[in-house]
């Protein structure tokens, strides 16, 4: 066997068994901060996950970043709430998987503005699947539903 294939056969073989990376980061906390509340002058820390956006005292509501697993890696995310506790926007931060990048659509994420913790939030009812993503979507829903029970009744 010639030098070079005996030296290039073993990373031809590693390059056909690792899977490639596809995380994408659309936007930083910061980012998606300034994009929920875009007149917000401040934002106060709540906890490691959570701000409060203010703007001269005033809240003007808060966001939470959080992350779910879509099939087999995390998807990052924030939801904004606003002062009554509704959602006034999604946002998805980070999405690592191969496929089900959907979720990020405007028209998918769009179906939670409006929403509140008494909202039904479940894949199929009032929020609709992405055929391809089912986990990814199910998993978000699930994790924008956990955000509203947890935070929800704590923008003030």
Do not use: C
Request: hydrophobic share 45%; charged share 15%.
């Amino acid at each position: 066997m010639t030098s070079w294939i005996r030296l290039a056969a073993p990373a031809a073989l590693v390059s056909t068994i690792v899977p490639p990376a596809y995380a994408v980061q659309y936007l930083s906390i910061a980012q998606a901060q300034k994009q929920a509340f875009p007149s917000a002058t401040t934002f106060a820390p709540v906890d490691g996950r959570a701000w409060k956006a203010q703007s001269g005292g005033t809240v003007l509501g808060l966001i939470v970043v959080d992350h779910v697993i879509g099939k087999h890696l995390y998807i990052d995310y924030s939801v904004a709430l606003d002062p009554s506790g509704r959602i006034k926007r999604v946002d998805i931060l980070q999405y690592r998987e191969s496929y089900g990048g959907e979720v990020r659509d405007a028209s998918w994420v769009a179906q939670f503005v409006g929403k509140s913790s008494a909202s039904a939030l479940k894949v199929g009812q009032d929020i609709r699947n992405i055929s391809g993503a089912t986990l990814s979507s199910q998993h978000v829903t699930e994790g924008v539903k956990r955000v509203l029970a947890a935070y929800g009744n704590r923008v003030r």
